[in-house]
């Protein structure tokens, strides 16, 4: 069994400035959608991208992220906090970021983005499929260092299971790394290799929302939930309530992408 290691969410500080791990660990989840992009674009020359449009891609992205992300927080999980505490919504380098709400910001700025660049929705969504999940999963390892998200109660025999002392003295999953794995390692890999040849319309999307919900689904039985607007439950969490629809939205595209070939 193991402590967890009590780590300073501030990373250093510049003067009255404190840099903190979580939003490095954003930034450094944009600089790997551009690493990936580009060596993307390089592999595959058939598609219509550039370096300069890959940019202004990520302008839109990370709008979509923070915007939807922190509203995603306030209105999912925690109105009630919010409510009472209005400017806290603001505070986003405190953590308190939902991939669901996230995940809507961006689907929201890629809308605008391919209208504006008269090019098919699906057609950029599958572009950046596969650039995400690292990002995803660098979000968890903030996760992880700000001490939140942990795991529901585990077998104290089990050799990872660990112990959050700010939290109680339960011997508990570490479900933030079990989510980096999965979301950011395993689900990357299966993206990246999916698109590595040309596929139908939708069928990348298809395939990262299909395999995103199923990760998420399961990681949530290892996580300690959140009580959400549906309530607090054991059986079916808040997590798992919002990747059932991207889990079906994922199977049905899927569908729809075979025919059109």
Excluded: C
């Excluded at 505490?85 to 603001?90: S, V």
């Amino acid at each position: 069994m193991l402590i967890y290691p009590r780590i300073d969410p501030v990373a250093f500080s510049l003067g009255p400035l404190s840099v903190r791990w979580y939003g490095l660990m954003y930034l450094a989840g944009f600089i790997a959608f551009i690493v990936l992009g580009r060596r993307r674009i390089a592999r595959r020359p058939d598609l219509p991208w550039t370096a300069k449009s890959l940019d202004d891609l990520l302008f839109y992205g990370v709008l979509g992220v923070v915007i939807g992300g922190r509203l995603g927080q306030v209105l999912f999980y925690e109105p009630g906090y919010y409510l009472a505490h209005p400017l806290e919504i603001f505070a986003i380098w405190k953590g308190g970021m939902s991939f669901h709400g996230g995940f809507l910001g961006v689907l929201a700025a890629l809308i605008l983005y391919a209208r504006q660049r008269k090019l098919a929705w699906l057609a950029v969504t599958d572009f950046i499929a596969p650039l995400v999940p690292p990002g995803l999963g660098l979000g968890r390892i903030g996760n992880f260092i700000n001490g939140e998200l942990w795991g529901r109660a585990a077998d104290p025999a089990l050799p990872w299971a660990m112990v959050f002392p700010h939290v109680d003295t339960l011997a508990r999953h570490p479900s933030q790394l079990y989510q980096a794995f999965l979301e950011g390692v395993a689900l990357f890999g299966v993206l990246w290799f999916y698109s590595a040849k040309p596929r139908a319309t939708g069928a990348v999307s298809g395939v990262f929302l299909l395999g995103y919900g199923i990760a998420r689904f399961i990681a949530e039985f290892f996580r300690e939930p959140d009580a959400g607007i549906f309530g607090f439950s054991y059986a079916v969490s808040m997590g798992q309530w919002l990747s059932l629809p991207m889990i079906a939205a994922g199977a049905a595209l899927m569908m729809w992408s075979r025919r059109q070939r």
